[in-house]
Each structure stands twice: as C-alpha cells, then as structure tokens.
C-alpha cells in the first residue's frame, strides 16, 4: 500500500563554454564527484542522478522537459559552477513542472590560499554565478528550496534529505484519492470545504460512495478469510475481555476483520488511498470501523473521521512523505478530545472514538470490545495503546470560504502521568509548543480544527514547504510564536491570499 515509486532525484550543473574544454571537463568531474558523495553518503533517502552538464538553452529546456516526463523523477537539484547566464534558464524553468532545489555550493570547501589564480577563480565562481541564476528564479516567482554549504557537510546533506521527503509529497499529492463513504457530518463546519479547489490545489480526487456499496464487499468475505486474520489479531495483540464471553467477543472481533478485508478490496479495486468513514451513516455495517480502520491506516491508508476527507488526505499525505524513512515513528489521524490544565502539566489528550494509528502505538498493543456512546450499532473492536513521546508535528487544513489554510504546529509528545484503565481508545498527550495556553491560542486565532494530521517524522518546514508548493496560506505554531505577531501575520495573510 505505501509502495511509491522509485523515485531519484536528477543533477544539473549549469556552466557555459566560456573558459574552454578543460574548465567544463573539470566541472563535469567535480559534479560527478559531488553527487557519487550523496549517493555513497547513507544520508540521503533518494538517489540522485548526474545529468550532463547544462550551458545553452537549448540543453537546458530539454533537460526540464525531460525531468517533467519521467515518471520516476521526483526533482531536480541545480547547482551553477561556473557561471551560467541566468538567461538560459528562463525557458527551461518556466516549463519545468517538477520541484526544485537550488544547492549554492561550490566545489572546495576552503580557498586554496597559496596556489589561487585567476584561472581558479574563473571556473570555482558559484559565489557570483550561482546568483544570477537565483535572480531569474526569483524573478519568475518559482517556488524552491535554497540550500546553501559545502556539498560534504552533513547539515547540507540532511536538508537536502528534508527537501526530498518535501519533493515526495509534492509530486505524490495529486495521486491522492479519498473515498467518502456518505457526507460530511451534519452541522460541522471544520470539516467541511471545497472539494473541487482541492483538486485544483493539491490534485487530490474526492469521491463518494453509499456505504452500503462496502457492505456488500464486507459480507462477501468469506468465513475462513475472516477466521485467519482474527488469528493474527489473536497473535499479535493482547486480549483485553473486560470480563466478557469469549466466543462473544472473538464474534465481535471478527466483524472487525471481515470490515478490514471488504474496505481494503473496495479501496484497492477502484485505486483509493484514503478512506473517510461517519459513524452517523452505517447502513448495514454491524459496529463503526475501528479495528479495521485502524489497520488501514497503519497499511499506509489516509483516515478521516465523520467525512473529514481533508484530514484523510492529509494523513494519506504524510504516511507518503514518510514511507521511506527509516525508523519512521507513524502518522494518524488525531483529534484533541480533553485537557490536563494542571499548571506545569498542561496537555491535550489525543484520540478519537477508536481510530487512532497503531504506528504511533509505544508498547503493547491490546484489542477490547466495548460500547460506543455514538450511533446505534453493537459494540466495536478496536486497538488500544499509548503512543510514543517526542517531537512531533501536528497539521490541521482548512478551508476560509476564500482559501485553504494549512495550520503547522509543532507540539511535544510526552506519557500522562498514570494509566487510564478505563480508557478504551488509543491515546497521545501532548503540549503544543511555544506553550499550552499560547499553543492554544494561536490554534483558535488560526481556525485550526479538532482533528488533525499528525506525524512524529515529519517537520515544520517540510509541512510549510509542501504548503508553499501547492500555493496556499501556511501558519506555523511553534517555539517562536507570540501572539502579537501571530495576529500581525493572520491579516498580513489575509491581504496576500486574498
Ligand atoms: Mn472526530
């Protein structure tokens, strides 16, 4: 499910045929050299791949048109050596499609003190060439990432691995497709917006399904298919009966199993990523999705409770941008359900009716059956836990009337303080940052919603960068937010994207 293409990431250095053969051979070989480094580096989530050398226009446009046209290119790093009049780039970058980096490096890392010539600094100039190409970016108003350093740093290094992950989500957004099974729900307005200006935006496609199509998948299921991943429930997870029968609660779990297999054939067949569900509109579905869903979501599926098909996006986004990262610590759909206001304890306790992802699980996972206050179906199965602590970034889109505005705040994962027995869903807590009450606040100002996408891997500037490319409002909540600013900065906003 989160198979992504394999993706590589092309280089072009830009130089002219100004100061001879020797000077472009030299350059080709120091290009090559940079980017053997990065792929040898162990740094870089990506390969990147040596294009030749760039000095006219035409070679220039071609190679763009290039990068636009194969599939498996995420990106194009450029790097101008020498000196490459910024005019060649015009046409090349103006159909250029792809994301872009601008690494301002340059070959040596130190100035060679006793042997430097003029000769040396003709062909090692990307202190002044490397700018006039960035005029002409910043005159078309391109959006790119510049990263400025040695190329064997490994601050460089790693934010060229940042931008890549950024690159993945840009490219990988319009393959997003939700299935809405029923609408939003009634009266919510945070959940609701434009779908079709989300197409626009972020080439999402947002459909909808009666829910009793999935239910015909969902009965289809056949008993001995049903019966095998109950096991590897049973294997995998603790049983918590809370007391119950156990014939009466492996019944309930099956329910669970038969949904997880039904949805997933439904999703996979008509090619959807991300599911949006609403426990008000269940049709002949016998429990709420929970279990299930919670799987899907931890197969890489994006989630949305109650309709909510930009969060389900959002989170399809992140387990993307995330696939291929080592270690990577989950993404799910959260929602701040209560708080601790216990001064120097402030947090919000993280959840939803059942549907939390088990990638963000810290420990044992268990399974419990029990009522759900909600809806008028039997008791669902679903996967309790608490989640890990750290870093983290939690997201909120939303849609103004006018625009979307995606809200990027970034928030610190910690354990509560003692269990919470009676709690029968899986849980994060977490303090947004500058601070509880100033994190909150901004939040409100904001419009941010009750859900959120969540991810511990991801991180504030990779959320503003992917904002950036798809041409929307973008506001960061985080250790340097005030709210005197913050507010400065919602009209300033309101003029830009107006
Ligand atoms: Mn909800």
């Not at 790093?77 to 994301?99: D, N, Q, R, V, Y």
């Not at 000769?119 to 005029?135: I, V």
Request: proline content about 3%; aromatic content about 10%; glycine content about 8%.
């Amino acid at each position: 499910m989160l198979e992504t293409k394999n993706y590589k990431f092309w280089f072009c250095t830009g130089s002219q045929d100004l100061y001879g053969d020797e000077c472009l051979r030299n350059v080709a070989d120091h290009s090559a050299k940079i980017v053997a480094a990065f792929n040898a580096s162990g740094k870089l989530p990506y390969e990147v791949v040596l294009k030749p050398t760039l000095i006219s226009q035409a070679s220039i446009r071609q190679t763009m048109n290039d990068a636009n046209n194969d599939p498996e290119c995420a990106g194009v790093i450029t790097w101008c050596h020498t000196f490459s009049p910024a005019k060649m780039w015009i046409l090349g970058l103006k159909e250029l499609t792809k994301p872009l980096c601008h690494l301002h490096t340059q070959f040596n890392e130190e100035i060679p003190y006793d042997t430097i010539d003029m000769d040396f600094m003709n062909e090692n100039q990307s202190a002044h060439g490397d700018r006039e190409y960035g005029h002409i970016v910043s005159r078309m108003g391109i959006e790119r990432e510049i990263i400025v350093g040695h190329w064997a740093n490994e601050k460089v290094q790693e934010r060229i691995a940042t931008w890549m992950i950024t690159a993945l989500g840009i490219i990988e957004s319009s393959h997003i497709r939700v299935c809405r099974f029923g609408d939003n729900m009634n009266n919510v307005a945070v959940t609701e917006g434009d779908k079709v200006e989300a197409q626009i935006k972020f080439g999402w496609e947002i459909d909808h399904y009666n829910v009793n199509d999935v239910v015909e998948y969902v009965n289809a299921v056949s008993e001995a298919d049903t019966n095998a991943l109950v096991e590897e429930y049973y294997s995998k997870y603790k049983i918590i009966d809370d007391g119950r029968d156990a014939a009466e609660f492996r019944r309930h779990v099956a329910v669970q199993a038969q949904q997880e297999i039904g949805i997933e054939k439904f999703l996979v067949e008509r090619d959807y990523q991300a599911v949006v569900t609403h426990f008000g509109m269940l049709g002949g579905l016998k429990q709420l999705p929970g279990l299930a869903i919670q799987r899907l979501m931890e197969k890489g599926y994006g989630f949305g409770a109650e309709g909510d098909w930009k969060t389900a996006a959002m989170v399809r986004l992140m387990k993307l941008m995330t696939a291929n990262m080592k270690d990577a610590k989950g993404a799910s759909l959260m929602e701040d359900y209560t708080y601790n206001l216990v001064p120097g304890k402030e947090g919000i306790l993280q959840s939803h009716m059942m549907e939390v992802c088990p990638s963000c699980a810290d420990g044992e996972i268990g399974i419990r059956v029990t009522p759900l206050s909600m809806g008028n179906r039997e008791d669902p199965a679903r996967l309790v836990f608490t989640s890990k602590t750290g870093p983290g970034v939690a997201t909120s889109l939303v849609d103004l009337g006018n625009r979307f505005r995606l809200i990027i705040n970034a928030v610190d994962c910690k354990k509560v303080e003692k269990p919470m027995p009676k709690l029968p869903v899986g849980t994060a807590f977490w303090t947004p940052q500058p601070d509880f009450a100033t994190g909150c606040e901004a939040w409100i100002l904001a419009g941010g919603a009750h859900h959120t996408a969540f991810s511990y891997d991801l991180t504030v500037d990779q959320m503003v960068a992917w904002g950036n490319a798809m041409g929307i409002e973008t506001i960061v909540i985080d250790e340097n937010t005030n709210i005197r600013d913050f507010k400065k900065e919602l009209k300033l906003n309101s003029v830009y994207y107006r």
